[in-house]
């Protein structure tokens, strides 16, 4: 397993993070102590939740996640063994967290990290990040951004004094964000300077073959900045797996079971891109989902690539992506596709 520097803390992950978004919906108790199990057996030691999980997010199934890795702790009495992220959840309209809206203020920020840790049956969290912004902005893949004037969003240095009580009472180590844009990126490593208050070391936004939008600006900041990141959706919902080609469309698999909700990459540039993506990788004898794994892990501006999979045959071979190397020949293919349908999905 390789090992990366968390921003400029002195922790480090392990270049592959397991994702956990799956477990109370897709995946019962069971399966993930298996997943978690294997993970750490396989040199994982970087684990990634959030309070909004499982996805797709309803009030029936609500910390369910958080749940399950919380027992799993209980049984195992190994919480020193890994790292641990979880996320508040950003300004969404759901009012089944703490009875009211969600936001990014103070006391959501307090109670949400009190929450968590209940379920979690841990004392601190490793990692703490702010799952969206409470502004409005183009994340979840907006392309284009929309000001506007009348936009009430708890200013930023209001969320990060809030970040730093949770530091200093030691139940957060440290703070990250999460699809964020290079404004909010820079604007928070500048209130932490100017403020001193604790320094965000690591942005986890989506990034794949599909979806490289993160290079456009963030990728400069995680490399100057030190706040690497960490990628989520690095099979696009599995799409780069090639499981949906031709139509199909497997038996519990995510987009089978819940396509009207997650359309990003499902839309014709996508499936085009990923059919050549596909021939790229049966060119060079490699399985599809490893290539596209392994093209994630060799970026400089990486910290940890967020794996998640529903079944164990999943996360052993993403796990094995590790083992994969690409040559030049195969980086140069996929830039060819990639120059003629830049960010099919974003």
């Not at 950003?90 to 209940?118: A, C, P």
């Not at 928070?188 to 073959?209: D, G, H």
Request: overall charge negative.
């Amino acid at each position: 397993m390789e090992f990366r520097k968390l921003g400029n803390t002195d922790i480090e992950v392990s270049l592959i993070c397991l994702g956990t978004m799956t477990w109370g919906e897709q995946n019962s108790e069971k399966e993930a102590h298996e997943q978690l199990d294997y993970a750490l057996d396989s040199g994982i030691n970087f684990i990634d939740t959030a309070e909004l999980y499982p996805v797709p997010p309803k009030k029936e199934t609500q910390g369910l996640t958080d749940q399950y890795i919380g027992n799993w702790i209980g049984l195992r009495k190994n919480r020193d063994k890994f790292i641990l992220a979880s996320k508040v959840t950003g300004r969404s309209g759901m009012d089944w967290f703490r009875g009211s809206e969600t936001r990014l203020d103070r006391d959501n920020i307090l109670q949400s990290v009190e929450d968590s840790l209940k379920r979690l049956k841990t004392d601190y969290i490793d990692l703490l990040q702010l799952h969206w912004p409470d502004r409005k902005s183009n994340f979840f893949g907006n392309l284009d951004y929309k000001h506007s004037k009348e936009d009430d969003f708890i200013p930023l240095e209001l969320q990060l004094e809030a970040l730093a009580e949770l530091a200093k009472s030691g139940k957060v180590r440290y703070i990250g964000l999460s699809n964020e844009t290079p404004w909010g990126v820079a604007k928070f490593l500048e209130l932490s300077k100017t403020n001193n208050l604790p320094r965000i070391v690591s942005v986890q936004n989506p990034y794949s073959l599909l979806n490289r939008s993160f290079e456009i600006g963030l990728s400069e900041i995680a490399i100057r900045e030190n706040c690497g990141l960490l990628a989520y959706s690095p099979l696009a919902f599995g799409v780069l797996s090639g499981k949906y080609l031709g139509g199909k469309k497997p038996k519990g698999a995510r987009l089978t079971l819940f396509g009207d909700q997650f359309t990003r990459y499902t839309k014709e540039r996508s499936i085009q891109a990923t059919e050549e993506y596909e021939r790229i990788a049966k060119k060079h004898n490699l399985d599809f989902a490893q290539m596209s794994l392994a093209f994630i892990n060799r970026q400089p501006f990486l910290t940890s690539n967020i794996i998640g999979a529903t079944t164990m045959e999943q996360l052993k071979s993403n796990i094995g992506s590790l083992g994969i190397s690409l040559s030049e020949d195969i980086i140069s293919d996929i830039e060819t596709v990639h120059s003629s349908n830049p960010n099919p999905s974003p």
